[in-house]
């Protein structure tokens, strides 16, 4: 069945409830930024397969919004769906509630999965269609109720992870958590969001490909804690560990009726970002509502000493791997055809070979030429593409290792470039260098210092339409909250100990996409009569492709930066690698003069 049948078979179903429109969104009853199978509805009713949209289906329209990293790929990926595609943040272009509120007549009503609704976005969607009283169903799967081979909710077992990679035991976290708790005043915690109950639990899974987590919720009281994952999920072992912690493990899906039976008037604390609104709505009416930001958040963000020194380790690593694979991408791109699927495959193999290799951080972006134009393109077996000898092809790709995730994009020069592909890759690099040696007063946040990558774009006339850079979780989500470089607002404070990306580019449809991307750890710079400063360390040394570059156009600072950045990918990797490696290396991080 193809999404015009779906949305078709949609509209019959919405027609006999006297539904007006439904709402599809993202994610899942976790509100994770990647969900399992089973939570794809948006993907299943629309074919668009970017991890970030929402679709507003009515009885005569259909949209998808999605953001600007999206946009190429969902122009095709609609194509005779009969959807629209709205380009989020692009001028005269509503937000989906907005054009939700201008479609509906005064007094209908809209169906939306509540499971997948959070808190806050509820709230505002409320306000925003109170004037011409449209009420919400929120009680309803809409995408469920003919979805008729929907997968099951993901079930694999759930593994301990060591406190030796973690830093923290599983009972100092809680220690913290029922300080934090007590002092809002709060006697239970709620907790749905995947990322934040595996690092307070000290847990992982395999539940969603590409995040580690365990499909659970989880409460935290003044006494006890419970996980609402499912016994299946803990061997007697692990039960039993958790246990002497004071962890409960009970079937996932009791988390309501718990909620639902709560003693009376207990104080209860949920982050309303990051909770969906059925699963608030089940708490007993008697309770005192506490909405504040997550507790797990603030304190995850900021890596521990033996996180640090891990993720340092991960990262050699990762590009020791890395390494490997483009010393025999050159090697063979000449001699035999190489598609981007088999690098991908490749670099998996290469990366599996390495100490403590979980799996992939995410679906690897191996993009060739104009392919790379879209941000978060996927190689496929049913459309292969196959490398030339000549412009660019770009690897953004990932590893989770039980010692830390890594999150690497080089972008390199397959044979002869054009002049404005080494011109776009040069500003790039520009732009990195920028935000990579800033030096900034404490309390600045990645609004503040997102101009940095950007300037050198927007002396050129050039922009791109996502944000510069985002946390990096631990063993966890490769898109960690809440520090990132962004246009947009964002008053996150920056902390010593935050992991962050910077990884500017340039999208060119039908022509290039270019992006280098590096990790940096916030670290401690001076404190004097004007402040406290802070600056960054560099955790990503992988070659910066030469051939790419016109030197002219970097200032002697910026070559200097390169030079001496290449001579720590030297140092730090050579000791890593046989010998023939060890001179393909020294070849790639010669000084450019």
């Known amino acids: 069945m193809k999404p015009i049948d779906r949305v078709r078979e949609l509209r019959e179903w919405m027609s006999e409830r006297q539904i007006a429109a439904c709402v599809v969104l993202s994610g899942d009853a976790h509100l994770s930024e990647y969900e399992g199978e089973h939570w794809k509805s948006r993907r299943w009713i629309t074919g668009f397969t970017g991890s970030a949209g929402t679709a507003v289906i009515t009885a005569d329209d259909a949209g998808l919004w999605t953001d600007g990293r999206y946009f190429i790929q969902a122009e095709r990926e609609l194509e005779g769906s009969g959807i629209r595609l709205f380009r989020m943040t692009e001028p005269g272009v509503p937000q989906w509630g907005e054009w939700l509120e201008e479609q509906l007549p005064q007094g209908s009503s809209f169906a939306v999965d509540g499971r997948t609704l959070s808190v806050s976005a509820m709230k505002s969607l409320k306000a925003k269609l109170a004037e011409k009283g449209i009420q919400a169903i929120t009680d309803l799967d809409p995408v469920g109720a003919i979805w008729k081979d929907r997968p099951d909710i993901p079930a694999e077992p759930l593994m301990l992870h060591d406190e030796e990679y973690a830093g923290l035991s599983r009972g100092a976290k809680l220690e913290q958590i029922r300080s934090a708790m007590k002092r809002a005043g709060a006697d239970y915690y709620v907790l749905s969001a995947l990322d934040d109950l595996c690092w307070l639990f000290n847990i992982r899974g395999r539940d969603i490909p590409f995040n580690p987590y365990v499909t659970a919720f989880a409460v935290v009281g003044v006494h006890n804690a419970l996980l609402f994952a499912g016994g299946h ?92 694979l483009f010393k025999w991408l050159q090697e063979t791109v000449p001699a035999r055809p190489v598609t981007e699927l088999e690098v991908d495959e490749k670099g998996l193999e290469l990366r599996r070979q390495q100490p403590l290799f979980a799996e992939l951080s995410f679906s690897s972006i191996s993009a060739y030429g104009e392919n790379a134009a879209m941000m978060h393109y996927s190689p496929s077996a049913e459309h292969p593409v196959q490398l030339e000898a000549r412009s660019f092809y770009l690897l953004d790709s990932g590893s989770h290792f039980l010692n830390g995730t890594t999150d690497i994009t080089r972008t390199l020069a397959l044979g002869p470039l054009t002049d404005e592909e080494k011109r776009d890759f040069t500003l790039v690099l520009k732009s990195v260098i920028a935000l990579s040696t800033a030096k900034f007063l404490y309390g600045s946040t990645g609004s503040t210092l997102d101009i940095l990558a950007r300037k050198p774009m927007w002396d050129n006339g050039l922009d791109y339409k996502c944000g510069t850079g985002h946390g990096v979780g631990y063993f966890s989500n490769v898109h960690e909250e809440p520090q990132r470089f962004s246009f947009k607002p964002n008053e996150v404070r920056l902390e010593p100990g935050m992991i962050i990306t910077v990884e500017p580019g340039v999208y060119k449809e039908g022509r290039h996409g270019i992006r280098i991307e590096n990790t940096l750890l916030i670290t401690e710079d001076v404190t004097t009569e004007f402040g406290r400063f802070l600056q960054f360390e560099d955790l990503c040394y992988l070659p910066i492709d030469y051939r790419a570059i016109v030197p002219s156009m970097l200032s002697g600072e910026e070559l200097d930066w390169l030079n001496n950045y290449h001579a720590k990918v030297y140092d730090k990797l050579a000791p890593l690698l046989d010998e023939e490696h060890q001179q393909w290396l020294k070849r790639e991080t010669a000084a450019l003069l």
């Open 233 to 324: 999920k803990a061997t007697p072992e692990d039960k039993e560990t958790l246990a002497k912690d004071g962890v409960e493990i009970r079937a996932y899906d009791e988390i309501v009726p718990f909620l639902t039976a709560l003693p009376e008037a207990p104080s209860v604390l949920y982050d309303p970002n990051k909770t969906g609104y059925s699963l608030a709505a089940a708490i007993a009416p008697s309770a005192r509502i506490i909405e504040a930001p997550g507790l797990v958040v603030a304190l995850k963000s900021i890596k521990n000493d033996v996180e640090i020194r891990n993720i340092r380790d991960v990262y050699l690593k990762d590009a020791v791997a890395l390494v490997q």
